[in-house]
T-cell receptor, first 111, second 115 residues
Framework: RKEVEQDPGPFNVPEGATVAFNCTYS??????FFWYRQDCRKEPKLLMS???SGNEDGRFTAQLNRASQYISLLIRDSKLSDSATYLC????????????FGSGTRLLVRP | GAVVSQHPSRVICKSGTSVKIECRSL??????MFWYRQFPKQSLMLMAT?????????EQGVEKDKFLINHASLTLSTLTVTSAHPEDSSFYIC???????????FGQGTRLTVV
């Protein structure tokens, strides 16, 4: 089983739609969770950290479910500029601290 | 946010030569730096984790003698791809952590093409 798993998509949605992505992680001891956004041929950029209580930033809402070991990202009122790959990131837990990336979920927002 | 600078952004080299990629944290001291590789339409794959002043920790399947990592200071880590081959052509990205359990800041990436 992969340490971090995501549905690769693509999710093809019209402008204004609400779309949700899920990500599951395998290590129950993980403590840090993030969503990053990556545009084609660019480096990933932090979208938001994910806290136990859940957090919201404008049109974006992130949730953490420790019992089921998944995190989610909800995007409301999708914009064309939201088209990108969304990467779920979880810290790995072994001899050294590291960040493990999911394979990413591709979002295409159409006019 | 914090700034991480990666250089060069693009390099073309001949098969058998070595290429050095630098990763610098410009406005903070990075306790940990990571090196990733990304092939087209694939996810970022962690190659190694480096901490200043100690040997890098390589992920399974990554040859430490081929991908030399030096974390000489709290603001600089380098990755040297030795005896590069066409199959090493990829997008290499570094990231840096200011503190554990915080977000990582990424360099702009280096697109390596070996001909």
């Amino acid at each position: 089983r992969k340490e971090v798993e995501q549905d690769p998509g693509p999710f093809n949605v019209p402008e204004g739609a609400t779309v949700a992505f899920n990500c599951t992680y395998s290590n129950s001891a993980s403590q840090s969770f993030f969503w990053y956004r990556q545009d084609c041929r660019k480096e990933p950029k932090l979208l938001m950290s994910v806290y136990s209580s859940g957090n919201e930033d404008g049109r974006f809402t992130a949730q953490l479910n420790r019992a089921s070991q998944y995190i989610s990202l909800l995007i409301r009122d999708s914009k064309l500029s939201d088209s990108a790959t969304y990467l779920c990131v979880v810290n790995g837990v072994d001899s050294s601290y590291k960040l493990i990336f999911g394979s990413g979920t591709r979002l295409l927002v159409r006019p | 946010g914090a700034v991480v600078s990666q250089h060069p952004s693009r390099v073309i080299c001949k098969s058998g030569t070595s290429v050095k990629i630098e990763c610098r944290s410009l406005d903070f001291q990075a306790t940990t730096m990571f090196w990733y590789r990304q092939f087209p339409k694939q996810s970022l794959m962690l190659m190694a984790t480096s901490n200043e002043g100690s040997k890098a920790t390589y992920e399974q399947g990554v040859e430490k003698d081929k991908f030399l990592i030096n974390h000489a200071s709290l603001t600089l880590s380098t990755l040297t791809v030795t005896s590069a081959h066409p199959e090493d052509s990829s997008f290499y990205i570094c990231s840096a952590l200011r503190d554990l359990n915080t977000e990582a800041f990424f360099g702009q990436g280096t697109r390596l093409t070996v001909v």
